[in-house]
């Protein structure tokens, strides 16, 4: 079975600073997606950015980019410019290929302070 | 506004009674997913649909949970008999699904509070 971890409870930084979230992954499969979504306070959870498994280079939306490392199963995402807006709670998620279920991590709780 | 929607929002019951939540996917949406979200913690998987297909449901999913999807397009999900650890916020996304294997990008709803008594 995949396991997604989150290391980080919470964390806290300054507006218009950079971030960086932790997850790691454990997994036998070679082919698979990894997700970062994110939960602002009472609403709905949205998607940041995905990447395949396949793909060597890594996914980049904006100020979100990801450090994916297939050896190590890690897979960092990299806020730039933080905005008030981006504070909430962010889930790493694991999809093996063919299968269509999302498995979670714990969960980092981000603040981006004034 | 188009994306998925759930009702109710929120819902109390006490132990032992039964509850329904209903979740409209986008439209023309094929895959329906339903997860369930316990305070501090990130999402469970709970059973998804293809259409109007239950093609897979976790072990979590115990006898007192059954979801449907009878046309393919709204879903529900019963609690029967509840219990206080099914207090929980329970998640409905759905997809664009195709067929390569790929993964669809799972839109959520807003999800349904349920507290148990």
């Known amino acids: 079975a995949q396991t997604v971890t989150q290391s980080q409870p919470e964390m806290s930084v300054q507006e218009a600073e950079t971030v960086t979230l932790s997850c790691t992954y454990d997994?036998?499969?070679?082919?698979?997606?990894l997700f970062w979504y994110k939960q602002p306070p009472s609403r709905q959870m949205i998607l940041v950015i995905r990447?395949?498994?396949?793909?060597?280079q890594n996914a980049t939306e904006n100020r979100f980019s990801v450090n994916f490392q297939k050896a190590a199963k890690s897979f960092s995402l990299k806020i730039s410019d933080s905005q008030l807006g981006d504070t909430a709670m962010y889930f790493c998620?694991?999809?093996?290929?063919?299968?269509?279920?999302?498995?979670f991590g714990q969960g980092t709780r981000l603040t981006i302070n004034p | 506004d188009t994306g998925v929607s759930q009702n109710p929002r929120h819902k109390i019951t006490k132990r032992g009674q039964n509850v329904t939540f209903r979740c409209d996917p986008i439209?023309?949406?094929?895959?329906l997913y339903w997860y369930r979200q316990t305070l501090g913690q990130g999402p469970e998987f709970l059973t998804y649909?293809?259409?109007?297909?239950?093609?897979?449901k976790s072990r979590l999913l115990s006898d007192r949970f059954s979801a449907e999807r009878p046309k393919g397009s709204f879903s529900t999900l019963e609690i029967q008999r509840t219990e206080q650890g099914d207090s929980a916020m329970y998640l409905c996304?759905?997809?664009?699904?195709?067929?390569?294997?790929?993964?669809?990008?799972?839109?959520f709803g807003p999800g349904t509070r349920l507290t148990v008594l």
């Open positions: 996304a759905s997809s664009l699904g195709g067929t390569s294997g790929g993964a669809d990008t799972q839109y």
């Open positions: 997994t036998s499969e070679n082919n698979y997606y």
């Open positions: 990447q395949e498994a396949y793909k060597q």
């Open positions: 998620a694991f999809m093996r290929w063919g299968a269509q279920k999302l498995v």
């Open positions: 439209s023309e949406h094929n895959r």
């Open positions: 649909f293809q259409n109007e297909a239950q093609l897979e």
